[in-house]
């Protein structure tokens, strides 16, 4: 009979095991430095794993970040995982346990899948939530096509060719959390492409990042916009930014389904309309306190492990 022990924090092996397993069985999207974004990164970091005992095969994984910030820390669980031959026996359980102990009091996030929504919410306190799921709408690069046209009232330049400060700003009023470090480092980020769009008068309108991911997608992570017509521009320009994107698989958005502009959007650039695919994804919830966000500028969430915009 096979036994199992738990180890926290462990080799980068494991967690790579984690992102194939769940790029190929969830359709998640990570890099594989991602481990190591989030351990520097954030105040405190703890990647909990089972893996089979003597070994470093995974069985199942939870990762806990905490956010510090002068309102308080904001604690948010990612990468709830258990490998297929292993679910039903009980394995997940005491290791969401074991994160949410680490928690207490304090308020949490994560992004709940459908099948797993509910069971969060009534198991964990996981019950304040927006009044929306989050859509994931996909297109296959092959299907996808550039416009020739698009607004001349916006133009794009490279994050780090604009006033640092003003792009804070800017995210500051998509996030209320400041998260300055973090995202400086998610620019910084290999096979990461970030552009930001500004309007007639030199004032920023939104900001993307376009990541190469698992399984040879890309992956629009974030992507914020005040409007559709900035949007168009903004990809249109990050498309053609990444070396050869016609080579990868697909793309898509991660959004508030109370949004239809990421869709829209998807099918400007889509060879017609019924090829883009979209599916109910994931829920925003919190155990203390939802936390509001402007979503007629979200197109894509930053990071669905440990993000909630």
Known sequence: MTEFETLVNPPQEVFEQIVDLTSATEDWAF?????????????????????????????????????????????????????QKYRGQGLGKPIFKQVMDIVGDNNATLTGVVKMSAKYAS?????????????FSAL????????????DKYTTKVWSDVDYEALTAYDRTICTRDRKKIMTAWFNLKDTFTRVV??????????ATIRLVSKNKLSPAPF?????????????????????????????????????????????????KELVSTVTFIRS????????TPDQKVYSMADCAHQFV
Request: hydrophobic fraction near 45%; proline fraction near 5%; glycine fraction near 4%.
């Open 31 to 83: 890099q594989l430095n991602d481990y190591n974004f989030w351990k520097t990164n954030f105040d405190q970091f703890w990647l909990v794993t089972v893996v089979e005992k003597g070994t470093l095969n995974l069985v199942a994984s939870v990762s806990l970040a905490r956010w510090d910030a002068p309102e308080g820390p904001l604690f948010s669980i990612g990468m709830f995982y258990c490998v």
């Open 123 to 135: 198991d964990f306190g996981f019950d304040k939530v927006p009044e929306h799921w989050h859509l």
């Open 140 to 151: 296959k690069c092959a299907d996808t096509v550039v416009p020739d046209k698009v607004s």
């Open 198 to 207: 500004l309007d007639t008068s030199g004032n920023i309108v939104g900001y």
């Open 224 to 272: 914020y916009a005040d409007n559709l017509e900035a949007a168009e521009v903004l990809l249109k320009d990050l498309l053609n930014m990444i070396p050869n994107w016609q080579s990868y698989a697909s793309f898509g958005f991660l959004y508030p389904e109370c949004n239809q502009d990421p869709l829209r959007l998807l099918e400007k650039f889509a060879k017609s």
């Open 285 to 292: 919830q919190f155990t203390k306190k939802l936390i509001a």
